[in-house]
């Protein structure tokens, strides 16, 4: 019966799931103009009705790029003397603008307001290298679309705090990474084993988000993503397993059908989904034996842990943080991570601790919701 409400919950929601997009953008201003990059997945393009298999394509991208982006120094609209584009990587496009400015002592202005129409809840988040040097982080949304530079304010990333929230704010707009923890708390009855799930996811995802920041390690974005998604519906799987005493191989097959299609969808290597197979198919059958290993739980979170801190690294990345500033930014972003993610726990665990005792049957609908949104995820994110 559990089994049929998450199978359930999983169909309906694939049609109206939705996720906060993000893009990316990079400026370098000068005394004599700007440059920008823009970094946004294709996907978000064709809510715009900018759809690749179209003749006009690159013209209509471009020309919807700068009624969307715009560079002014004080009260004159710099000149726009070249737009460019091409494939970042798979599923990702990436659009060059250059402008030349007067030159003027005035403060210069950005405005950004592409994908908002289409994308309400769209974020943009860009990094400003300003003509002094100084690097400032900004985040564009929908009633948020206009930055001002303010050469007697001090940079809105330099130092811990801003870095700290940045972290924070992360963490609380990435769905996916709170639909990860949700599931993986929904069924804890003890604070003691939550701490120890916590503290394993914690471990998994400071050790590659370093990783990533400091370029040891730069796994493909698309991979992870879907491993991610595949992650949540792997904990909602195994919740539903061990509330029916562990009977029965449908997860096994089910998860091992979801890596194939990764594969069959191009997001996953056939070595990678190998690897994901055997891992779940592993632990699975350890929790079945009697003396199942102490600490199982921890050791899968701090696994999944790992894809997650490749997924947090992504904005550290994009915000081209000088070499001397990474470690501190680094230490200050995954404080804030830490920091919202037990906010959110905090924030949900006292409801959940009384419907366990309560009410324990009505904690499948919430765990049905996370696989449906993780089966949207996938679906999503193998169609690139």
Do not use: K
Not at 126 to 142: C, N, P, Q, T, Y
Not at 311 to 326: H, K, R, T, Y
């Amino acid at each position: 019966m559990r089994t049929l409400i998450l199978l359930i919950g999983v169909l309906p929601v694939l049609a109206v799931a939705h996720q906060q997009s993000t893009s990316y953008g990079s400026w370098m201003l000068q005394e004599s103009g700007g440059v920008f990059v823009l970094r946004v997945s294709q996907l978000d393009l064709t809510r715009a009705r900018l759809h690749p298999a179209d003749p006009r394509y690159t013209a209509a991208l471009h020309a919807y790029v700068q009624a969307g982006v715009s560079l002014q120094r004080g009260e004159q609209e710099c000149t726009l003397d070249g737009i460019r584009s091409d494939n970042a990587e798979p599923g990702w496009l990436r659009v060059r603008m250059t402008w030349s400015c007067e030159r003027v002592p005035e403060p210069y202005a950005i405005r950004f307001s592409a994908l908002f129409e289409w994308a309400p809840n769209h974020v943009h988040l860009a990094a400003i290298r300003a003509g002094d040097g100084r690097l400032h982080s900004r985040v564009f949304s929908a009633g948020r679309e206009v930055w001002q530079s303010d050469p007697q304010a001090q940079p809105s990333v330099s130092g811990f705090p801003s870095y700290f929230r940045l972290g924070v704010q992360h963490i609380l707009e990435g769905w996916d990474h709170l639909c990860f923890l949700l599931a993986l708390v929904l069924f804890v009855r003890r604070w003691q084993t939550l701490a120890w799930l916590i503290t394993g996811f914690t471990v998994g995802h400071s050790a590659t988000l370093a990783l990533a920041a400091l370029g040891v390690a730069t796994p493909a974005a698309r991979s992870v993503e879907w491993i991610i998604a595949f992650s949540i519906l792997a904990l909602a799987v195994e919740n539903v397993w061990r509330q029916e005493q562990q009977q029965g191989n449908w997860p096994l097959v089910l998860l091992a059908v979801v890596a194939v299609a990764g594969v069959a969808g191009s997001a996953l290597t056939l070595l990678t989904t190998a690897g994901l197979c055997l891992f779940v198919f592993a632990y699975l059958e350890l929790l079945r034996q009697r003396a199942a290993p102490a600490g199982l739980g921890v050791l899968m979170t701090i696994a999944f842990g790992l894809f997650h801190g490749f997924g947090f690294a992504g904005v550290l990345g994009e915000l081209s943080i000088p070499p001397d500033q990474l470690l501190f930014s680094l230490l200050a972003f995954n404080l804030g991570v830490e920091a919202g993610q037990l906010f959110a726990i905090a924030l949900v665990y006292p409801l959940l601790y009384w419907v366990q005792r309560q009410h324990a049957s009505w904690l499948h609908l919430p765990n049905a919701l996370a696989s449906a949104a993780a089966c949207y995820w996938l679906v999503q994110r193998s169609l690139g």
